[in-house]
Structures are given as C-alpha cells and as structure tokens.
C-alpha cells in the first residue's frame, strides 16, 4: 500500500499561506523603496551635500564633501543590487520551509524598523520622509506576516541542533 503525505522540510508546498506570499511581495516592495531612495538621492545630491556639509565638523572641503556623498550613492546602489538577489534567494528557501529564511526575515523586519526610526530622527528633505514613512509600514508589515501563527506553523518548529547534514573531508 501507497502512503501519500505531504510536502516534507525543505519541499515546496503547493499550499502556501497567503501570510507567506504576502510577506514575499512585501519584501520585494522594501527593495522597490530602497531603490526609489536610490534615485531620489541621485536626483537630490545637492541637497544631501548641503546636510553633509551642515554636519561636519571637520572642515573638509565641499568639493570633497560631494565626492564622498556621490561615492556613497554608487555604492548604495551596488548593494541594492546585492540585497536583490539575496531577497529572491530567501524568499524561495522561506517557500520551502526553511526556517532560518523564516527567522532572517524576522530579523529584516526588526533590523530595519528600527534603521529606520533612527533615520527619522536625522535631517533628510520632506520626500525622503514619506519614503521612510512608507518604509516602515512595509516593514512592519513583514514583521506581522511573518510573525502570523499560519506562516509559522507552514515553516514548522525551529529543527533540533546538529540536525543538519554538514559535509566533512575525509581525513587522508
């Protein structure tokens, strides 16, 4: 007799809670926005080297000050792209019942609530505020959809210590 089961850790559920799928699209609206403030401060550099220089104390020059300001924006927009491909990457382990992509997102949702409160907290110009309102409402929302009892259960409890398979070389 043929014993039909469900999906198994690790395999993809043809049942994927709603919960699930929606923190997965929210993910992907977080880096939409991370991305949106990319290009909002490409367009607004002037603006953001006029806070720079409002900040420091140490007298560098303005035409320093624009550099490293310029040299941060390319670098943001590099690491955009890494968080992109990360995030496709976790969302497909969280698909598959993983629950440390389960607990990464908790922590992305944590983490990056409160980066940005702190960011609130700093002179930014009034667009970049209604960005980083926005931001924290996705964020928080990841938080709740991932926190949910039914994405919880779908990932199931966290699996005992030592329980997974590491490879070993062989000594020679």
Request: aromatic share 8%; glycine share 6%.
């Amino acid at each position: 007799m043929v014993r039909i089961t469900g999906p198994q850790r690790g395999e993809l559920d043809p049942a994927i809670p709603s919960t699930v799928t929606l923190a997965s699209v929210l993910l992907v609206v977080n880096l939409v926005l991370s991305i949106l403030v990319t290009v909002l401060s490409l367009t607004h550099t002037d603006t953001l080297v006029r806070l720079a220089l409002a900040r420091q104390h140490s007298g560098l020059s303005t035409q320093s000050t624009q550099q490293g300001v310029k040299d941060g924006l390319y670098g943001r927009a590099v690491v955009n792209i890494a968080i992109g491909v990360w995030y496709f990457f976790l969302i497909t382990r969280l698909r598959h019942r993983r629950w440390w992509a389960w607990r990464r997102m908790v922590w992305i949702s944590a983490a990056g609530s409160l980066g940005i409160i702190y960011l609130l907290t700093q002179p930014y110009p009034a667009i970049f505020r209604v960005e980083q309102v926005v931001q924290l409402v996705v964020l928080a929302a990841i938080g709740a959809c991932t926190l949910h009892p039914a994405t919880r259960a779908f990932v199931g409890p966290r699996p005992p210590r030592g329980s997974r398979r590491r490879r070993h070389r062989q000594p020679v």
